[in-house]
């Protein structure tokens, strides 16, 4: 069984992170806009979970959030953002991710947060 996951952040720091809590148990493609996280979505059909964050240049990840639910409705997408938002977070629930993490975040939350969703 696959535990790919699919991390679309704008901030180099942020991915370089997250590859660093997640590299050691999941495969990761990593992207920094919105379009190419589409692209590695239509391109990979075994990616259990996308970790999206929503201030990206171009393409808002609220945008984006709707487009791989349009295209994938069973994939889960945990969003994670600099921004603690009650209306960005229940917007971002309505239009189906499954949860959210705020940044800065810590290793432990992003771990315990990608094992409910990938094993």
């Known amino acids: 069984m696959s535990n790919k996951i699919l991390v679309c952040d704008d901030e180099e720091g942020i991915r370089e992170s997250l590859k660093l809590i ?7 493609i990593l992207t920094d806009n919105g379009e190419q996280c589409i692209d590695a979505l239509k391109n ?3 990616i259990k979970l996308v970790l999206l964050d929503i201030k990206m240049p171009k393409v808002n990840g609220l945008d984006v959030l709707k487009n791989i639910k349009e295209i994938y409705p069973d994939m889960n997408v945990i969003i994670v953002t600099g921004y603690k938002s009650v209306e960005t977070a229940s917007e971002a629930t309505q ?6 993490i705020v940044k800065p975040f810590k290793s432990d939350e992003i771990l315990e ?3 409910k969703y990938v094993s």
Not at 22 to 28: F, P
Not at 95 to 100: D, H, I, V
């Open 113 to 115: 947060t990608v094992k």
């Open 95 to 100: 239009l189906g991710a499954a949860g959210y």
């Open 22 to 28: 997640l590299a050691d148990n999941h495969e990761l």
């Open 44 to 46: 990979n059909s075994d």
